[in-house]
């Protein structure tokens, strides 16, 4: 079975266009100020404009109450978004409600306690984002580039659909896929050359390597 690659942070039209040349299931899209992908909606309507059909737009926000999500909603054409902060599941459900667009939670993974905590997401959240617990003090709560032990997902089975996330790179990612069975994944930092700057290559090598 092919993997579902979703290519994280993009920034420029021109991302969208190495996106879908690559193979990309999904592009992801960041309304977050801290980090270096944030991108204003003005920007990220244009890009969602410009990407192929097919080609799945994921808004990603943290913690963000009504009043954004009201903003992002109503200028860009979207297919999912994703919660990547503290969100609880019934925050989770008032969302889904409210947008009615379907709902990415995602979750850090340390121990197997966190795999039992994502597994209450399950019922409420129509996919599951298993992404590393960021470092003590870290400013952003993903997009940093760290790895958790996949082997903590063996032997789990999920109601819904989950994405590995966390330190993939072109070089790790079919390791990544073989040790956690993961059918789809979800990268920013490891295909970039730079804080925010994607490349098309590294976009590339991911996506055939997710599949190698
Ligand atoms: O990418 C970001 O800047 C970001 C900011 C705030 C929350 C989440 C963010 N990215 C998500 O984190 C995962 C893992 O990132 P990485 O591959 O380890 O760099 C990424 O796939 C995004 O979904």
């Given at each position: 079975?092919?993997?579902?690659?979703?290519?994280?942070?993009?920034?420029t039209?021109?991302?969208?266009?190495?996106?879908?040349?690559?193979?990309?299931?999904?592009?992801?899209?960041?309304f977050?100020?801290?980090?270096?992908?944030?991108?204003?909606?003005?920007?990220?309507?244009?890009?969602?404009?410009?990407?192929?059909?097919?080609?799945a737009?994921?808004?990603?926000?943290?913690?963000?109450?009504?009043?954004?999500?009201?903003?992002?909603?109503?200028?860009?054409?979207?297919?999912?978004?994703?919660?990547?902060?503290?969100?609880?599941?019934?925050?989770?459900?008032?969302?889904?409600?409210?947008?009615?667009?379907?709902?990415?939670?995602?979750?850090?993974?340390?121990?197997?306690?966190?795999?039992a905590s994502?597994?209450?997401y399950?019922?409420?959240?129509?996919?599951?984002?298993?992404?590393?617990?960021?470092?003590?003090?870290?400013?952003?709560?993903?997009?940093n580039?760290?790895s958790?032990d996949w082997?903590?997902?063996?032997?789990?089975?999920?109601?819904?659909?989950?994405?590995?996330?966390?330190?993939?790179?072109?070089?790790?990612?079919?390791?990544?896929?073989?040790?956690?069975?993961?059918?789809?994944?979800?990268?920013?930092?490891?295909?970039?050359?730079?804080?925010?700057?994607?490349?098309?290559?590294?976009?590339?090598?991911?996506?055939?390597?997710?599949?190698?």
């Open positions: 079975m092919k993997v579902r690659v979703k290519l994280c942070g993009l920034t039209q021109g991302d969208i266009d190495a996106a879908a040349t690559a193979g990309a299931a999904y592009i992801g899209l960041v977050f100020d801290k980090s270096p992908r944030n991108v204003s909606i003005e920007t990220a309507r244009s890009m969602a404009l410009h990407a192929p059909i097919g080609l737009k994921v808004a990603l926000v943290v913690n963000a109450d009504d009043a954004t999500l009201d903003r992002i909603t109503a200028s860009i054409p979207l297919d999912m978004l994703q919660l990547h902060g503290s969100e609880t599941p019934d925050r989770v459900a008032a969302v889904k409600a409210r947008y009615g667009l379907p709902v990415m939670k995602a979750l850090g993974i340390a121990s197997r306690a966190d795999v994502a597994q209450l399950s019922g409420v959240a129509d996919q599951l984002l298993l992404d590393a617990k960021p470092a003590e003090g870290e400013t952003l709560p993903g997009g580039g760290l958790f082997r903590l997902l063996e032997g789990e089975s999920w109601s819904v659909p989950w994405m590995l996330a966390g330190g993939l790179t072109p070089d790790n990612v079919a390791e990544a896929v073989r040790c956690s069975g993961a059918q789809q994944v979800d990268v920013s930092s490891g295909i970039e050359t730079a804080p925010g700057q994607k490349s098309a290559a590294l976009m590339a090598k991911f996506v055939t390597e997710a599949n190698s």
